[in-house]
């Protein structure tokens, strides 16, 4: 009988496994396709914006803190990345990476310090207010960042004599960064801290009583989000070459809340799944209908109206139903 649990347990890891190798090789075994370098240019961005949508969930999933300023972050880990490459002439990727963790980090302690005092719409609305001040210093600041111009000519990285130079080697990179950051949210959102995240979104009263500090925790929560928010910037700024203030746009922020509210707030998944349906909408459907953009507001729509649990949670409503 030990044998059988045994290999119950073993086949899902293999699976997991399985698809995570068939995603960090995708440029390969796609190779032949007609459109494999296209699919691969998609794909790596759906990575990157689920990156994003994974630090928002842990906002709004775990700790139920809706952001929507996350884009702050994003473009804060990008511009890091870019400015840190040049000005020290370096094409580093731990150089890059560790630039844009702490500037996203330091950025989200100093606004989650002012914003995790208030809840609800009063968080939401400080959220906004913040990103808006970010995203005008990052306009204004022509000499740091380009302002309107952008910031071009950023260096793609290298690590070990590894070269990310080429579309592929870069893919691999974002694949495997993607599938790190997917295994740390795993890891805290099934860890005690997790779980205390959770109690503060069900009911802070009662986290406050059990002798937890409700602030403190929702500082950290902010800060770790910031901090995956900025790799995921780091991997756009290497992906385009390029750092543009729509990177620290509200709407960057909007793109990440509709991804998690498509796929699904808080599950490991949800926001991937959500990533992948609105890059789909956004960057695939439009050689096909003239109308997208109004795909992806109706899917939104249906989803706030209709399917609140998102793709996700209809996914195991009828698995359940189906083994009922």
């Known amino acids: 009988m030990s044998g059988v649990f045994a290999r119950v347990r073993i086949l899902p890891l293999l699976a997991v496994f399985a698809a ?5 090789t995708f440029p390969i075994w796609s190779a032949p396709w007609e459109g494999s370098r296209y699919a691969t240019s998609i794909l790596r961005d759906m990575l990157v914006l689920a990156i994003l ?12 803190m809706p952001s929507l300023g996350q884009s702050a972050y994003f473009g804060a880990g990008a511009y890091a990345a870019a400015i840190a490459g040049q000005r020290l002439g370096s094409d580093d990727l731990l150089l890059g990476l560790g630039a844009a963790i702490l500037v996203s980090s330091l950025l989200a302690l100093a606004i989650g310090a002012v914003a995790v005092r208030a809840a609800g719409i009063f968080f939401l609305m400080l959220t906004l207010a913040f990103a808006q001040m970010v995203f005008a210093v990052a306009f204004q600041a022509v000499d740091i960042t380009g302002g309107s111009n952008g910031f071009s000519g950023v260096r793609r990285p290298m690590l070990f004599g590894l070269d990310f130079n080429g579309p592929d080697a870069l893919f691999h990179l974002v694949a495997v960064i993607f599938l790190v950051v997917l295994l740390i949210v795993w890891r805290i959102r ?3 801290y997790g779980r ?6 069900e009911n802070e009263r009662r986290m406050r009583a059990l002798g937890y500090d409700t602030t403190r925790l929702k500082l950290s929560a902010f800060v770790l989000a910031g901090a995956i928010a900025g790799v995921g910037g780091a991997l756009q700024a290497y992906s385009l070459r390029f750092v543009s203030t729509n990177d620290v746009g509200v709407a960057r922020s909007v793109e990440a809340f509709v991804s998690v509210l498509i796929g699904g707030a808080s599950s490991l998944l949800g926001p991937v799944v959500g990533a992948i349906v609105v890059l789909f909408i956004e960057r695939v459907m439009p050689s096909y209908i003239a109308f997208a953009e109004t795909v992806l507001g109706l899917v939104f729509i249906i989803f706030v109206l209709a399917a609140r649990q998102g793709i996700v949670g209809l996914a195991r ?4 139903r189906a083994r009922a």
Do not use: F
Not at 20 to 24: I, K, N, R, Y
């Open 20 to 24: 995570a190798a068939l995603l960090v």
């Open 53 to 64: 949508a994974l630090s928002l969930d842990l906002l709004v999933g775990s700790a139920g």
């Open 190 to 192: 099934s860890s005690t």
């Open 196 to 201: 205390a995240l959770v109690g503060l979104r």
């Open 317 to 320: 409503v009828a698995y359940a």
